[in-house]
């Protein structure tokens, strides 16, 4: 199976939800294809529901568009796919601000380029035969960086004898291109159960070399994620998500931070409604409405 990037809006981290990005593939259903879904978005038990988000999918399920009808930050993004499914375009708008994305493929090399803001970055995901990723390396240029790209990170993955992710090793460079010291180094380290083969834990250091946060898995009898936690050790707060199942499906998955909690609520495989509360307070909920090609 090839890894492909796939289309998905930059992450924006709101105080009112945890989760704030829209599918980035339609919901697989056997008998439908998904054209469309219709975020109708209602706050603090206003009984009126307002057009909030439009996602589109081809026929192939891949996210080409999503809008948003409300004043936020992240307004839209459209998405471009070859004809071997891979996606080569993604055009992203921040208030008036583009962001423009451009994908190349080699033989296990993807090229990745994005312009923001007076700078390009380009990014070299380069895999082995196996067809997983074994380095990454992002070069920048514009602005203060001048017109000729410089080394700004580097990242080097380790896997197990199972061809699950092991290690990963973050290295920074200066303005110069430069790694000066251990200090711009640090690591994941990824741990798995030797019965199922299942992710158990994951520990992420800081480039001094301290615990910056630790994520714990847990799984039913049947293999299924139940819950992950993370713990965020330079402040003691936490993120949890539990995933619930119902005939073989997902039903629902809770996330939760403190003092904030969603629950997403799923019928035959299909997100139908988000809930976000405050504390105990709901303060928002969304209903998903669909249509098909």
């Not at 998904?34 to 988000?53: L, P």
């Not at 920048?140 to 080097?156: N, T, Y």
């Not at 019928?267 to 303060?283: A, V």
Request: hydrophobic letters at 30%; glycine letters at 4%; charged letters at 30%.
């Amino acid at each position: 199976m090839k890894i492909l990037p796939v289309c998905i809006l930059f992450f924006v981290m709101f105080s009112s939800t945890i989760w704030t990005q829209p599918l980035n593939k339609a919901p697989d259903l056997t008998k439908q294809k998904v054209k469309q879904i219709v975020e109708w978005v209602r706050h603090d038990f206003d009984q009126k529901a307002k057009e909030g988000g439009i996602s589109s999918f081809d026929k192939r399920g891949n996210l080409i568009a999503y809008f948003e009808k409300k004043d936020l930050p992240l307004k839209d993004l459209t998405c471009t796919f070859d004809r071997q499914n891979r996606l080569i375009k993604k055009v992203e708008w921040f208030g008036s601000h583009q962001m423009s994305t451009f994908y190349a493929y080699k033989k296990n090399l993807t090229i990745e380029e994005t312009k923001f803001r007076g700078k390009t970055y380009k990014t070299f995901f380069y895999k082995n035969n196996k067809n997983k990723i074994i380095e990454k390396k992002t070069y920048a240029k514009g602005l203060e960086l001048g017109d000729e790209f410089l080394l700004k990170e580097r990242v080097l993955f380790h896997y197990n004898k199972q061809d699950s992710l092991s290690g990963e090793k973050i290295m920074k460079y200066d303005l110069l291109g430069r790694l000066k010291h251990r200090y711009d180094i640090r690591k994941i380290l990824h741990y798995y159960s030797s019965k199922s083969g299942r992710r158990t834990k994951t520990l992420e250091y800081d480039f001094d070399g301290t615990l910056i946060n630790e994520q714990l898995y847990e799984y039913d009898k049947r293999n299924r994620l139940t819950r992950k936690f993370i713990l965020f050790k330079n402040n003691n707060t936490y993120n949890s998500y539990e995933y619930k199942y119902k005939n073989g499906k997902i039903w629902q998955a809770v996330a939760e931070r403190p003092g904030y909690k969603d629950v997403k609520v799923y019928i035959d495989g299909r997100l139908i409604r988000l809930r976000s509360y405050n504390e105990e307070k709901i303060i928002r909920i969304v209903d998903y409405q669909y249509f098909y090609h």
